[in-house]
């Protein structure tokens, strides 16, 4: 169990860090690092220097041009700074919710989530410290205020600040009383720092100061770092000295923004691991059974009456939303309607006591959100699923639960849709438990499920070579057929949608039981076909829809979770992934969709990354 869990401590990056302490402009250097650091998507984005009267911090809503123009405007000289862009998990962006915040002479910057902050925020009220943001960051610098004083050193008020919190987190602080230093320290967020000839970087990730130094330390857990412009000390969060040489990094910046992957899609697929972990943190108590159903935004009295739910959605989104529904139907018994969003909108819906539903990665989906608004006009409630704190959809929901995967920067969908899944999933077992649809044994098992996910999903990425040997032989394919049954063919449509979509190649999902009403008459040589092949009550009926399939000299690749290595030989390919439940199944079998989508849009030359006539985010009918 422990090792289980050990994702559930691990943190995507959402935000961007950046210091510098030396000899030369530090807030050029940070304005620069903070450039480097856009392409992980931002809201918002400040930095804090030393000037004369003291810590100065200027910060704004937007891009990184409207912080330099606001810096422009009276551009001081500084040794030493700390620089940020926002990616909001709590909080919607705001120049008052923006980093870096300050309490006093203490200004950080943070990259994660804190768990804890509320309790934190309420105590540290009633302590008297004043809040002037919705940000769980800034519980983090009035806990070190509360700590620090002439006898204790800035590190050691991290110290004893960091005991009371949990979560995750990669920091960077400084004090005005303590010129020249900067504290940072790393927990389950990364943080980095670049030695240079007298000067050091801190950072979230390598390109933000790439054009300054190669040589690299990565900290590892639970590790800090004390910086001045005389040197740099590195102790465990005890105080134990630590040793650790610097490596030099040969990425370019470009290759650097991808963390070293080729394509922020393949960057995104390795991502979903610490995406699910994110998504999941703070929200359900396997010991219990219990879902945080606070995290949904809807009060269990409005829930209690619901007789209909309805989830909309486009593309991506809408296979989600089809998973969900057979989720929410198996486990709560609410009835589920699911439709596209651009239908939906016209088909004049009876709506009555019901939920509506919408997910969307963006929270912009221009179809997405008219239907919203037209199940609101309508009466219904409004939830969204979402991974953009402060989108449209966001803002105009009566509630929202937030993806946590960070920025989606390639077209094609893929850690989105995971935790799409997982939001519906913890929405289903939480509704399903309170309408006492599940006992508590049931939930605590439903639960537990989760804690081993991300080290399942880690199990079929490393599958990633054998999939590239069956894409080598597959690419030249002009048809695909994707099929699955039952909860698993909004996969097989999923699977379809992410070839097509950056390989070019023609490629459908259907039921597999739907073969005999006319797909089979595509089926030659030429066509290969990807099944979903559980080990669930369906397993049959698929087998045998594989043999239709193979008895008319189709190609079969199979993904299965069934062990019989018998069954496996019977295929041209197949992909073993580990056995799940049947819902979380659906995750561990996308997984392998994706990374053959991947390669072989590659293979065939395609921008997997932006794809031809495609955008990231639809926001016109
Ligand atoms: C999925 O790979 C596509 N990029 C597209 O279908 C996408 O899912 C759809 O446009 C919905 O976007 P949304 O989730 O941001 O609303």
Not at 95 to 100: K, L
Not at 216 to 240: C, H, N, R
Not at 510 to 526: F, N, W
């Amino acid at each position: 169990m422990l090792l289980a869990t050990c994702y559930l401590l691990l943190a995507t990056n959402m935000c961007g860090i950046i210091g510098y302490t030396g000899k030369k402009d530090a807030v050029s250097i940070i304005l620069d690092g903070l450039r480097r650091l856009e392409y992980r998507g931002y809201d918002s984005a400040g930095v804090a220097f030393f000037g004369e009267k003291g810590i100065e911090v200027r910060r704004c809503r937007g891009r990184i041009r409207d912080l330099d123009a606001l810096i422009e405007a009276n551009k001081p000289f500084s040794p030493t700074g700390i620089g940020h862009t926002r990616w909001a998990t709590h909080g919607k962006p705001s120049e008052d919710n923006a980093h870096p915040h300050r309490s006093d002479g203490i200004v950080l910057v943070h990259n994660g989530i804190i768990e804890n902050y509320l309790d934190l925020k309420r105590r540290l009220q009633e302590e008297g410290f004043k809040f002037t943001s919705e940000t769980d960051t800034e519980v983090l610098c009035h806990l070190i205020n509360k700590h620090i004083n002439p006898e204790t050193p800035l590190e050691d008020a991290v110290r004893k600040a960091l005991k009371d919190v949990r979560g995750a987190y990669a920091i960077a602080v400084m004090n005005e009383k303590e010129p020249g230093k900067i504290v940072g320290i790393r927990k389950d967020s990364p943080l980095v720092i670049g030695v240079g000839e007298g000067e050091f970087f801190i950072a979230s990730d390598v390109p933000a100061f790439l054009n300054y130094s190669r040589n690299v330390i990565f900290l590892d857990e639970g590790e800090m770092v004390v910086i001045t412009e005389g040197g740099m000390k590195i102790t465990t969060l005890d105080g134990v000295l630590v040793h650790k040489n610097s490596e030099s990094v040969s990425w370019s910046p470009a290759m650097a923004e991808k963390g070293g992957y080729k394509h922020f899609m393949l960057k995104e697929i390795f991502e979903q691991p610490r995406s699910i972990a994110d998504t999941l943190r703070g929200r359900f108590y396997p010991e219990s059974g219990e879902v945080n159903m606070e995290e949904f935004g809807i009060g269990t009295d409005d829930l209690k009456d619901i007789e209909k739910i309805f989830i909309v959605a486009c593309g991506t989104s809408w296979h989600a939303s089809l998973v969900g529904k057979y989720i929410i139907e198996e486990l709560a018994r609410v009835p589920v309607d699911v439709d596209i969003a651009s239908e939906f909108r016209y088909r004049n819906p009876i709506l009555g006591k019901s939920l509506f539903i919408a997910i969307t990665q963006s929270g912009e989906t221009a179809d997405t959100l008219a239907a919203m608004r037209e199940a609101k006009k309508r009466g219904a409630k409004t939830l969204t699923i979402c991974n953009v704190v402060g989108s449209t959809a966001a803002r105009e929901a009566d509630a929202v639960f937030y993806t946590h995967s960070g920025p989606e920067i390639g077209v094609a969908s893929t850690k989105a849709f995971t935790a799409q899944i997982i939001g519906l999933y913890l929405f289903a077992a939480g509704i399903a438990h309170m309408k006492g649809r599940i006992n508590s044994n049931s939930a605590t098992e439903l639960l537990r499920d989760l804690l081993f996910l991300p080290e399942m999903i880690e199990k079929v990425l490393a599958k990633d070579s054998e999939i590239l040997k069956i894409a080598k032989e597959l690419f030249k394919a002009e048809d695909f057929l994707y099929l699955g049954r039952g909860i698993n063919y909004p996969i097989a449509l999923e699977g379809a949608l992410k070839l097509k979509e950056i390989s070019y190649i023609h490629a459908e999902g259907y039921p597999a039981g739907e073969m005999k009403h006319g797909p089979i008459a595509l089926i030659d040589e030429a066509v290969p076909s990807v099944f979903l092949l559980p080990k669930d009550r369906l397993y049959e009926k698929v087998l045998s829809n594989i043999e239709e399939v193979r008895s008319r000299g189709g190609k079969i690749i199979a993904v299965t979770n069934d062990v019989d290595e018998d069954v496996c030989n019977r295929f041209d390919y197949c992909i073993s992934v580990p056995d799940a439940n049947p819902f979380l199944s659906t995750i561990l079998m996308i997984v392998p969709l994706q990374l053959l989508a991947y390669h072989v849009g590659v293979l065939r030359g395609c921008d997997v990354d932006q794809p031809r006539n495609l955008a990231k985010s639809v926001t016109v009918e």
